[in-house]
């Protein structure tokens, strides 16, 4: 059974950059034929599909944050993370971090870690 | 993007009542659509893919139906442990996109 964990500061300053990392445990992020993804729940909204990275390293964002994203993997930890810089309130949110298929036609998110509030407030 | 909108926004029902809710594309994601159900400080659980596959261990109550642009998903007779939000999803294109939710509260 493959299970997520997100880690992180809870709370960021505006214009400083959000990090959060997710362990995985009972797989492995170097898998073929998976994604490890990040998405986003705004406060009593919807979600936001953030991003992924491929089990080789690729990389693949949503364009709406692209240029502020960074998504990395340390296959040696079993870890992947999330780095988005200048976040402002607007970023506030449940950040979860999940699996996703690799290939367009399994593009569904399965499973999901529990989720890590974070914060933008000065 | 593909936007993604939910009816009803909300409803209210009775344990084993049929309830039905609607998912829309604004374009055909051909079938690529996922449902999800959330429980309040809960992360979503995937209930069912390719609009009709029902992941396992879920309920055969749950089902999936539709095609082009229209998508449903369907609990036969409502348990209480249903009560929740559900959400669709479309991995057709990205940015990969969700719907904006039906929350399904006791009546």
Known sequence: ?122 | DIQMTQSPSSLSASVGDRVTVTCRASQGILNSLAWYQQKPGKAPKLLLYASSRLEGGVPSRFSGSGSGTDYTLTISSLQPEDFATYYCQQYYSSPFTFGPGTKVDIK
């Not at chain 1, 950059?17 to 362990?23: D, G, K």
């Not at chain 1, 995985?24 to 998976?34: M, W």
């Not at chain 1, 991003?51 to 944050?65: A, D, K, V």
């Open chain 1, 1 to 122: 059974q493959v299970l997520l964990q997100e880690s992180g500061p809870g709370l960021v300053k505006p214009s400083q950059t959000l990090s959060l990392t997710c362990t995985v445990s009972g797989g492995s992020v170097s898998s073929s034929g998976y994604s490890w993804s990040w998405i986003r729940q705004l406060p009593g909204k919807g979600l936001e599909w953030i991003g992924f990275i491929y089990y080789n390293g690729g990389t693949y964002y949503n364009p709406s944050l692209s240029s502020r994203l960074t998504i990395s993997a340390d296959t040696s930890k079993n870890q992947f993370s999330l780095k988005l810089t200048s976040v402002t309130a607007a970023d506030t949110a449940i950040y979860y971090c999940a699996r996703r298929g690799s290939t367009i036609t399994t593009g569904w998110f399965d499973p999901w870690g529990q989720g890590t509030l974070v914060t933008v407030s000065s």
